[in-house]
Nanobody, 115 residues
C-alpha cells in the first residue's frame, strides 16, 4: 500500500504561482513513477505532469513552459511548481503513484485561479 498526501493548493490571481507537494509513505519502494493530474468541474481527469524514478518528465501541452515537476527522494515527496497560472488551470489536483501493479491516488487539493 502507498499513501499519498497532497498540500499547497489555494486561491491565486492569474499570473501568480503555487507549489503543490505530494508526500508518499508506505510501500514506496514499489513506486516506478509519480505524477499530477487535475479535474475541473464537468470535465474528465487529465494528465498534468509525470516523473519517473530515473527523473524523466512528461508534461501536458497546456502546461509546458509554465509548470515544473520535481522530486526529493530523501523526503519521498514530489512537487509541482506552477507559474503563470491561468483561470483555466482551476481544478482539483491529484497526486498519483504508479507501482506497475496498481495506481494510487491522493485525496486532491483545490487550485483556484481568479481572473
Amino acid at each position: 500500500q502507498v499513501q499519498l498526501v497532497e498540500s499547497g493548493g489555494g486561491l491565486v490571481q492569474a499570473g501568480g504561482s503555487l507549489r503543490l507537494s505530494c508526500a508518499a509513505s508506505g510501500s514506496i519502494f514499489r513506486i516506478t513513477a509519480m505524477g499530477w493530474y487535475r479535474q475541473a468541474p464537468g470535465k474528465q481527469r487529465e494528465l498534468v505532469a509525470t516523473i519517473t524514478n530515473g527523473g524523466s518528465t512528461n508534461y501536458a501541452d497546456s502546461v509546458k513552459g509554465r509548470f515544473t515537476i520535481s522530486r526529493d527522494n530523501a523526503k519521498n515527496t514530489v512537487y509541482l511548481q506552477m507559474n503563470s497560472l491561468k483561470p483555466e488551470d482551476t481544478a482539483v489536483y491529484y497526486c498519483n503513484a504508479d507501482t506497475a501493479a496498481f495506481l494510487y491516488w491522493g485525496q486532491g487539493t483545490q487550485v483556484t485561479v481568479s481572473s
